[in-house]
């Protein structure tokens, strides 16, 4: 139990549409980034908030957005969806990012595009 | 650049002793880590090491450092058919965030 939830767990969308999905952070942790898993890769990088500023970014277009709440949660939006946003969506949790040892994962969200 | 790489496939016999490998390019990586992923879920955090040492040892998990060739291993001693799932092996980067490889896929044969 890592403390990080995510929701919702599966969905289904089309393409063009907007989604958003939700974390919520171990009690703490100001840190939150977001990463995308499609099938057989590993985990990319899409971007980091610390304190509600947005501190990192991978290489990932500007319709991907996220904001950080106060409470420890975000939201990572997606605009104009297309078919190869498919893709496992994780929401990771820490105290610092990668260089404090501690990183937690969510189960994640599974999105489809059709 | 900033890379991760690990071969794509394991098998071992239960009871056997497994050992994934990995590559990664930068040296300024304060952690490094080990994650666990099974079937539809998301990522286990195994183990981390810092990098200033060379060994850690956690119950069945043992890690090794080589940082002057920049190579990472993960030893799980005893394996069981529950440790069959993909093994991530992670640098950190630039930007306070993680660098994956693609995966090792841990088969368990009983």
């Known amino acids: 139990e890592t403390g990080v939830t995510q929701s919702p767990t599966h969905l289904i969308k089309t393409r063009g549409q907007q989604v958003t999905l939700r974390c919520s952070s171990q009690?703490?942790?100001?840190?939150v980034s977001w990463y995308q898993q499609a099938l057989g890769q590993g985990p990319q990088f899409i971007f980091q908030?610390?304190?509600?500023?947005?501190?990192g970014r991978g290489n990932f277009p500007p319709r991907f957005s996220g904001l950080q709440f106060p409470n420890y949660s975000s939201e990572l939006n997606v605009n104009a969806l297309e078919l190869d946003d498919s893709a496992l969506y994780l929401c990771?949790?820490?105290?610092?990012?990668?260089?404090?040892?501690?990183?937690?994962f969510g189960e994640g969200s599974r999105l489809t595009v059709l | 650049g900033e890379d991760v790489e690990q071969s794509l496939f394991l098998s071992v016999r239960e009871g056997d002793s497994s050992v994934i490998n990995c590559t990664y390019t930068?040296?300024?990586?304060?952690?490094l880590y080990w994650y666990k992923q099974e079937p539809g879920a998301g990522l286990q955090l195994l183990t981390y090491?810092?990098?200033?040492?060379d060994m850690k040892q956690d119950q069945r998990l043992t890690v090794l450092l080589n940082k002057k060739d920049k190579h990472l291993s993960l030893r799980i001693a005893d394996t069981q058919t529950g440790d069959s799932a993909i093994y991530f092996c992670?640098?950190?980067?630039?930007?306070?965030?993680?660098?994956f490889g693609k995966g090792t896929k841990l088969s368990v044969k009983p």
């Open positions: 990771a949790s820490s105290l610092g990012g990668a260089n404090t040892g501690e990183l937690f």
């Open positions: 009690s703490g942790h100001n840190t």
């Open positions: 908030y610390y304190r509600e500023e947005e501190n």
């Open positions: 930068d040296s300024s990586s304060t952690y």
């Open positions: 090491i810092f990098s200033n040492m």
């Open positions: 992670a640098e950190g980067g630039s930007q306070g965030n993680l660098i």
